[in-house]
């Protein structure tokens, strides 16, 4: 028990759920985010501001800290400035498949990226920037960036991770040939990283699988169909993260996995908004402990909690060989602090298996 008491974090041991981590993106269109935190949807104003209220409601389950997902080199500033207000907040710097237009548009990509690189290494200065992304490949939005732009710049933030040696936030739908090519291409410079919000098929999966320092990142799109759970099945946990996509992704009535989700909250439609209570179709934080109640329902771990710790150690830090120093070096998505902290939950839990 002596190493549990090093955490000094009572709340880490005693309540159960402390330990989920969460991943909290902005996909596409990141204003729908940040717009739906502030009560607009589709521009229309609902309801009052309310992140603060969404923050507490995930402290108080068990959430422990939360990154913030940039998707393009103004809304990492924006993400970066938003993980200032809390010490339980971090973010990503990186430019989404889906916006990589914006390298081109400036009329100098590489001045674009050393933008992107100052304020990563602003950020990690800070202590507050924990990866590079989210970047990789949509094929399913063609629409907002072409295939030749999202590989070239896809790659291009290669270099941003090995410059920076942080780990990567990954974006992949519908690509899954091209993404695991690239990722093959660079895996000497790729510091390891996390999948998102995988839907892909099993061949996909163990496609990404092959890469020793790949996670998967799973949410409610994980686990919305029959297929979708056998897939999330076959994701050994200790290669898995769990993740909102929050406001996006949440666990619907109509999909597969609801009948694992244990924990509910009162929802509300926006236009009678009370917080007291969710926003019905507006993901959340909180919520992260469905995700968890599915993945270990489905898979038919009893014990809840180990599967969280187990969750939370992925995300807090993954050791590897740097292939191009031949030296250990140990990437985190966390400062030296949480680190230490999870090694200590970890030591405690083989003292006490
Ligand atoms: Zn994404």
């Not at 005693?14 to 009560?39: H, I, R, W």
Request: with cysteine; proline share 4%; charged share 25%.
């Amino acid at each position: 028990m002596a190493s549990l008491k090093m955490i000094g974090k009572p709340k880490f041991i005693l309540c159960n759920l402390s330990d989920v981590f969460l991943l909290m993106l902005v996909e596409a269109f990141p204003q729908t985010l940040y717009g739906m935190f502030k009560g607009l949807y589709h521009g229309k104003k609902c309801h009052v501001p309310d992140i603060a209220t969404v923050l507490n409601r995930a402290w108080s389950a068990g959430v422990d800290r939360i990154i913030v997902t940039g998707g393009s080199l103004e809304e990492s500033r924006e993400a970066l400035a938003i993980a200032e207000t809390d010490g339980r907040l971090f973010c990503t710097v990186g430019v989404h498949p889906t916006r990589c237009n914006e390298f081109e548009e400036t009329g100098d990509p590489e001045k674009h990226y050393q933008a992107l690189f100052s304020l990563a290494k602003e950020g990690m200065q800070k202590g507050k920037v924990v990866a590079i992304g989210e970047c990789g490949l949509d094929y399913d939005r063609l629409q907002f960036c072409p295939v030749d732009i999202q590989k070239k710049y896809f790659e291009k933030q290669f270099e941003l991770a090995y410059a920076t040696k942080l780990p990567m936030f990954l974006h992949m739908r519908a690509a899954a040939e091209d993404f695991c090519e690239i990722v093959e291409r660079n895996k000497n410079r790729f510091p390891g990283g996390v999948a998102h919000s995988f839907t892909g098929s099993a061949l996909d999966r163990d496609k990404l699988l092959s890469f020793d320092k790949m996670y998967l990142g799973v949410n409610g799109c994980s686990l919305k169909t029959a297929e979708n759970l056998d897939v999330m099945k076959g994701i050994p946990i200790e290669r898995m993260m769990i993740e909102t996509d929050s406001p996006y992704c949440d666990i619907k009535n109509t999909h597969a996995g609801i009948k694992f989700v244990k924990s509910t909250w009162p929802s509300k439609k926006k236009e009678k908004y009370d917080q007291e209570s969710l926003v019905k179709g507006r993901n959340e934080p909180c919520l992260v402990r469905q995700v968890l109640e599915v993945v270990a329902g489905y898979k038919g771990l009893g014990d809840i909690n180990q599967v969280s710790s187990t969750l939370y150690h992925n995300t807090c830090r993954h050791s590897q060989k740097m292939t191009f120093k031949e030296e250990i070096q140990e990437l985190v998505f966390f400062p030296q602090d949480l680190d230490s902290a999870a090694d200590a939950l970890l030591s405690g839990h083989h003292e006490t298996d």
